[in-house]
C-alpha cells in the first residue's frame, strides 16, 4: 500500500513539475547558446563583470523560483490530502498514519532530489561551453590550489550533500504543516510562521554548533588554502550534518505525534 500512496503521489505532481522544469532547461539552454557561448573574456574586465552580475543574479532568481516551487508543491499536497476535506477520503484508506507519513516523505524526497539535479543539470548546461572552459582552464590551478580539491569534486560534492539534506528540508516543511494545524483557526498562517520561526532558530544553533566545532568564519577562514580549506569544510558540513540530523530526528517525533494525537480535520 505504501508503494501505491508513492506512486499516486508522484503521477498527481508530476504534470505540472515536469512543465516547469522542463521551461527551466530551456532557459538554460537558451541562456547557454544566446549568452554564455557570445562571452567574450577578453573583453574589458568592468563590462565583462557587469554582464555576468546580472546574468547571476537572474540566473539565482530562476532557481530559487524553480526551488519554492517544489517546495510549495510539496507542502500543498501534503495538506490538501492530510489535513482539508480530502483528508477525509484519505484516512478511511486501509493505511496507518505512519505509512500516510513515510508515504509523503519518499515522494516529496523524491520530487526534492529530482528538483536538484535538474537544476545542476542546468548548470552544466550554463558552464561546458568551449569559451567558458577556456578561459577557467587559465584559472584552474589556483582554485584548485584554494579549495584542495578540483572544482569538479568539489561540485559533486555540494551536490550529494544537497541530496542528502533533501530529507531534512521536507521534514521540515511537514513540521511546520503539522504545528499549523494547532491552531484550526490560522492553520496556514500559523504554518508559515512556524516556517520562519523554525527556520530562524536553526540558523541560530548552527552559529552556535560552527562556533564550538572551530569552524565559524573569521581569520583562519580568509587565511585557508589547499589543505586548510579542505579541514575546514569538512568540518562545517560536518557541523551542518549533526545539527541536520538532530532537527529531522525532533521533527519527524513531533510530525508523527500531531498526525496521531492531533489531527482534527476542516
Not at 20 to 27: A, R, T, V
Not at 166 to 189: D, E, K, N, T, W
Not at 222 to 242: C, E, N
Not at 249 to 261: E, F, G, S
Request: charged share 10%.
Amino acid at each position: 500500500m505504501l508503494g501505491k500512496l508513492i506512486k499516486y503521489d508522484l503521477q498527481a505532481a508530476s504534470r505540472i513539475f515536469i512543465l516547469i522544469h522542463g521551461i527551466y532547461i530551456l532557459i538554460c539552454l537558451a541562456a547557454r547558446f544566446f549568452y554564455m557561448d557570445k562571452l567574450n573574456f577578453d573583453n574589458p574586465t568592468e563590462l565583462l563583470v557587469t554582464s555576468l552580475a546580472l546574468f547571476m543574479i537572474l540566473y539565482i532568481v530562476l532557481i530559487s523560483a524553480l526551488g519554492i516551487f517544489t517546495s510549495l508543491q510539496i507542502a500543498f499536497r501534503f495538506y490538501k490530502n492530510l489535513f482539508s476535506r480530502e483528508g477525509y477520503l484519505s484516512w478511511t484508506l486501509p493505511v496507518s498514519g505512519v505509512q500516510h507519513l513515510w508515504g509523503k516523505l519518499i515522494s516529496g524526497y523524491i520530487l526534492l532530489v529530482i528538483d536538484a539535479t535538474v537544476i545542476a543539470a542546468g548548470i552544466l548546461i550554463l558552464v561546458t561551453g568551449k569559451n567558458v572552459t577556456d578561459a577557467y582552464s587559465v584559472i584552474a590551478d589556483s582554485v584548485t590550489n584554494e579549495l584542495g580539491m578540483t572544482i569538479s569534486s568539489f561540485g559533486l560534492f555540494v551536490y550529494l550533500f544537497v541530496l542528502v539534506s533533501c530529507i531534512s528540508s521536507v521534514v521540515m516543511i511537514y513540521f511546520c504543516i503539522a504545528v499549523g494545524q494547532l491552531f484550526p483557526g490560522h492553520r496556514v498562517l500559523c504554518a508559515i510562521a512556524a516556517y520562519f520561526i523554525t527556520s530562524f532558530v536553526i540558523q541560530i544553533f548552527s552559529l552556535l554548533l560552527m562556533a564550538l566545532m572551530g569552524c565559524f568564519p573569521g581569520y583562519e577562514f580568509y587565511q585557508s588554502k589547499g589543505a586548510a580549506m579542505t579541514v575546514y569544510m569538512s568540518k562545517l558540513f560536518l557541523a551542518s550534518a549533526i545539527l541536520m540530523l538532530l532537527i529531522l530526528v525532533i521533527q519527524y517525533i513531533a510530525t508523527h505525534y500531531i498526525m496521531k494525537k492531533k489531527i482534527d480535520l476542516l
